[in-house]
Each structure stands twice: as C-alpha cells, then as structure tokens.
C-alpha cells in the first residue's frame, strides 16, 4: 500500500510534507519564511498574536468546562459512596417468615 503524499506548492518534489510551522494551528493560514511564528504550549505554531490569544482562550474555556465537569463527578461518586455507607449502617433481620 502506498503511503499518501502531499502536493506543496512552495516545492518541486511532490512527496514534500509539509514541516508543521508552514501554517497557523487555528486559521490554516500559509506562514511565510518571512514571518513572525507565535509559538503556544511548545510547538504549535500561530500566523498572529490573535490566533494565538483565541487558541489560549478556548484551551482555558476547555479546561474550566473540564474542571467543573470532574467536580461534579467527584460530588457525585462521593454521594453515591456515603449513601452505600449509610445503607451498610442499617439493621436488617434474617431468618425464615412462615406466613399462615
């Protein structure tokens, strides 16, 4: 099976793969060699300041959204804990009944 290759107008050579600061991580947008790279949380890369700021935006409103999502999960395991804790607690009588 032959592996996929990609057409890149700045080269010749049809196998060239693009290398990943040749676009910005959020519009798509060709960056020029020419170019100022705002880089985020390491290697993605960002054509401007506000594709970058609108990235860190969502990353944030992710991890909020993340964050009261997993405490509400915890609230929740831990009232299903204590309610299993309190049924545990209760006497219950064994034996036979014999009804007549």
Same mark, same amino acid.
């Given at each position: 099976?032959?592996?996929?290759?990609?057409?890149?107008? #700045?080269? *010749?050579?049809?196998?060239?793969?693009?290398?990943?600061?040749?676009?910005?991580? =959020?519009?798509h947008?060709?960056?020029s %060699?020419?170019?100022?790279?705002?880089?985020?949380r390491?290697?993605?890369?960002?054509?401007s300041?506000?594709? #970058?700021? *609108?990235?860190?935006e969502?990353?944030?409103?992710?991890?909020?959204?993340?964050? =009261?999502?997993?405490k509400?999960s915890n %609230?929740?395991?831990?009232s299903k804990?204590?309610?299993?804790?309190?049924d545990t607690?209760?006497?219950?009588?064994?034996?036979?009944?014999v009804?007549?």
């Open positions: 099976m032959r592996s996929a290759s990609f057409h890149y107008p #700045r080269c *010749e050579d049809e196998r060239y793969q693009p290398h990943f600061l040749d676009s910005c991580f =959020l519009c947008k060709q960056i %060699q020419n170019s100022d790279i705002y880089m985020y390491g290697n993605t890369p960002f054509c300041q506000e594709c #970058r700021q *609108e990235q860190i969502m990353d944030e409103s992710n991890e909020k959204r993340l964050k =009261l999502s997993s509400r %609230q929740l395991r831990q804990e204590s309610s299993k804790e309190s607690n209760k006497a219950v009588r064994t034996g036979t009944v009804v007549g």
